[in-house]
């Protein structure tokens, strides 16, 4: 049993414990938000709202739902600092991710629970 339990921890130093790994796979979604951010930042208010036509048309035409995420994602995130002065935060964005998926995951109290949905 304790040779179990050293090999076991020896693999997680290695490799990571499960929640790591996929939290490092989710945040890398976060990061392609923020990098896609850099230009609907830029965006006028109008050209803003026209990005929601333009994700559906691409939605219609074909494009995977995991393909728009980040887009879309990043639309969201620049609507809600222009209208409510709130910019969603990294782990908000990775919530946001894991509830598209379809799972759960649990936030600290004050991380903004609500926002994320």
Known sequence: MAVQQTVS????????SRNARLLKKLSR?????EFVEQSVSKLSDD???A????????I???TPLDEVFADALAVVREA?????AHR?????????KVLYDGTVAEMKT????TIVC
């Open 60 to 62: 219609k035409d074909g």
């Open 47 to 49: 050209d803003l709202r």
């Open 9 to 16: 921890k020896l693999f997680e130093k290695i490799f990571g």
């Open 88 to 96: 969603h935060f990294h782990c908000q964005l990775v919530g946001g």
């Open 51 to 58: 990005q929601t036509d333009q994700l559906k048309q691409r």
């Open 29 to 33: 979604v976060a990061d392609s938000v």
């Open 80 to 84: 809600s600092k222009r209208a409510q």
């Open 110 to 113: 004050g991380e903004g629970k």
